[in-house]
């Protein structure tokens, strides 16, 4: 199973982890490190350090970081270059998460990225493009 470190600013990471717990209960080898403002540099990359000590990568290890380009997305870069099977993604939300967490079982760190990808393209969406959606299917269904 492939392991999962969750991360961004504030207390982002942890929030997404306790969503995804009350939403699916405990799930395995993930960590959240959250990056508050009191933090540094150097301390979330130590604390990336010992997440990875204790995390099993055998399958393969990814990064889920909030902000292209943020500190959590810097630091998880340069750790995911030291090894082959990393892999970094950046943007995430809860619904990624829920979906990736029951889906990494399985797939190569490259298949969750590929895949998460998707996801992430999937679940953005708006009210009024889903009741267009909807309307649009139900008028498919109706046929001549």
Excluded: W, Y
């Excluded at 717990?21 to 799930?27: D, M, P, S």
Aim: glycine share 10%; hydrophobic share 40%; proline share 3%.
């Amino acid at each position: 199973m492939l392991s999962i470190i969750l991360s961004g600013h504030g207390g982002f990471a942890s929030g997404l982890e306790q969503a995804m717990k009350q939403i699916l209960g405990e799930q395995p080898q993930i960590v959240a490190i959250d990056f508050p403002e009191s933090s540094t540099t150097a301390l979330l990359q130590s604390q990336f350090e010992a997440a990875l000590a204790q995390l099993d990568e055998s399958e393969g290890l990814v990064f889920l970081t909030d902000l292209l380009g943020g500190t959590p997305f810097r630091v998880a870069s340069t750790l995911a270059m030291q090894k082959p099977g990393r892999e970094v993604l950046t943007g995430i939300n809860l619904q990624l998460l829920l979906e990736m967490a029951l889906e990494r079982d399985g797939l190569s760190s490259k298949e969750f990225r590929l895949l998460a990808l998707e996801c992430g393209h999937r679940g953005l969406t708006s009210l009024a493009d889903e009741m267009e959606h909807q309307r649009t299917n139900d008028v498919a269904e109706e046929g001549i």
